[in-house]
Structure formats: C-alpha cells, structure tokens
C-alpha cells in the first residue's frame, strides 16, 4: 500500500509568482484534503476534493485553488505569491470525505516566497 | 485555533518518565485525530477517537476522548528519545445534521523533549 507522495517537497518562489503542488492519494482512497502550516502553528484547511469537486473550503482567498484528477490525485494552485503564503503545505487523503477511515498526510511541501 | 486548545505547549522531560497532553474542543467533536510530526515533517497518525469514553493504545502511547468534556488527553508510559517531536491534535467538528465537516481543526501543537 503505497501512501500519501507530495511533489516537490521544496520550492523558492518570488513574490507575485504563481505555483502548483501536487499530491497523490493513498492507494484506495478517493478524496483529497489540503492544509497550510505555518512556522510554529498547527496545519490550517485549506480545501477538499471528491469526485473531482471542490467539497468544502477553508477561510484562504480565491488565488488558492485546486484540482482533482480521476485517478484521485491533485493539485493546489497559488496564484499572486505573497510572503505569507511561505509555509508547509500538507496534503492528506481519505476514503470518502468525511475521513471514516482517518486521513492520512503526506510528507508536505516546503514553499519559501521571496 | 481557539476552537481547540492544546497543552502544554511544550514539555521537557527525563528518559523513563510519563507525560500527558491534553486536547479540549470548544465545539461538539465527531472525532478527534492524534498525530506525531517531526520539525518540517508531514504528520504520522497515532490515534483516531470517535466515541465517547473511547481508549486506543499504540505501544506505549494511551489516548481517551471523554465526550462530556469534548476532551481528549495522549499518555505517553516510559518515555524514549524517539517519542520527541511535536504532537498535534485534530479535530472533526459534529456539524449541524450530526456529522462530519470533513475537514480537521488542529490545535497549535506540543513540542515534546525527551532528554536521555
């Protein structure tokens, strides 16, 4: 059973810059859910997908969006890179989207905006 | 978040001693997450809770979630080196029709030292 795998795991953008992180889901689970951490602070939802459909989303402006593909991995797109979106990116995947079986989290992503 | 408060926010303690974390939703919980993560690190999952007076063990690691309280406590017996990092607790909020938002709420974390 292979987990949750996030790419790349670092990155350095400029302000203004638009990036996408991806993630590939827990084999056997169907929906996607991702976080931002910040330096010192527990990890704050960002949005989930299933069924290739944003199913909920957290308090973060339009400029994060997403997407899920059929084989149920996803993207996270930030657009207009500000400072304070430097932060870990974490990305976690479950069966179903109200996590029965638990969610589980990848390694995240390490984004530094410059 | 203040919607769920974790302490203490960080721990020292001497190899071989006990600790508890405590967790406390200000909101229903329809379950409560315990997960480990190293500095920098993505999150490993310890425990998941769903019911009231519900206790899962893992090796030497105990979490229980009193409901009434909307609180969970994770026990750690024997504390080793590697139990250090930070423990995050998480939170799936009962929404209005009795289920899940499908969406976690963490506390800040406790940074746990554990010196040999």
């Known amino acids: 059973e292979t987990g949750v795998t996030q790419s790349p795991t670092h990155l350095i953008k400029t302000r203004g810059q638009q990036v996408t992180l991806r993630c590939s889901s827990q084999?056997?689970?169907?929906?996607v859910s991702w976080y931002q951490q910040a330096l010192g602070q527990g990890p704050q939802f960002i949005f989930q997908?299933?069924?290739?459909?944003?199913?909920g989303r957290g308090n973060f402006p339009p400029r994060f969006s997403g997407l899920q593909f059929p084989n149920y991995s996803s993207e996270l797109n930030v657009n207009a890179l500000e400072l304070d979106d430097s932060a870990l990116y974490l990305c976690?995947?479950?069966?179903?989207?109200?996590?029965?079986?638990?969610?589980?989290f990848g390694s995240g992503t390490r984004l530094t905006v410059v | 978040s203040q919607e769920l408060e974790q302490s203490p926010q960080s721990l020292i303690v001497q190899e071989g001693k006990n600790l508890t974390i405590n967790c406390t939703s200000s909101?229903?919980?329809?379950?409560l997450y315990w997960y480990k993560q190293k500095y920098g690190e993505g999150l490993i999952f310890l425990m998941m809770?769903?019911?009231?007076?519900e206790e899962k063990s893992h090796e030497k690691i105990t979490a229980k979630l009193d409901e009434k309280k909307q609180q969970s406590s994770l026990h750690i017996t024997a504390s080793q080196p590697s139990h250090a990092g930070i423990y995050l607790c998480?939170?799936?909020?009962?929404?209005?029709?009795?289920?899940?938002?499908?969406?976690?709420?963490f506390g800040q974390g406790t940074i746990l030292t554990v010196h040999p």
């Open positions: 976690a995947s479950s069966w179903g989207p109200r996590g029965r079986y638990g969610y589980t």
């Open positions: 809770l769903q019911k009231g007076g």
């Open positions: 909101k229903t919980l329809y379950g």
């Open positions: 997908y299933y069924r290739e459909e944003e199913n």
């Open positions: 084999s056997g689970h169907n929906t």
């Open positions: 998480g939170a799936d909020i009962n929404n209005a029709g009795g289920t899940s938002y499908g969406k976690l709420t």
